[in-house]
């Protein structure tokens, strides 16, 4: 069970980052 978690974590992570990422992408498009 505490692997899965570690597995979700990292993926929630690696979500924010492709949010953030997403995020400055629109950014630097709008201007």
């Known amino acids: 069970a ?3 978690v570690l597995d ?3 993926g929630i ?3 924010q ?3 953030k990422y997403l ?3 629109i950014r630097t ?3």
């Open 8 to 10: 979700i974590r990292a």
């Open 23 to 25: 995020q400055e992408y």
């Open 13 to 15: 992570i690696s979500d």
């Open 2 to 4: 505490g692997q899965n």
């Open 29 to 31: 498009q709008c201007k």
């Open 17 to 19: 980052e492709k949010l």
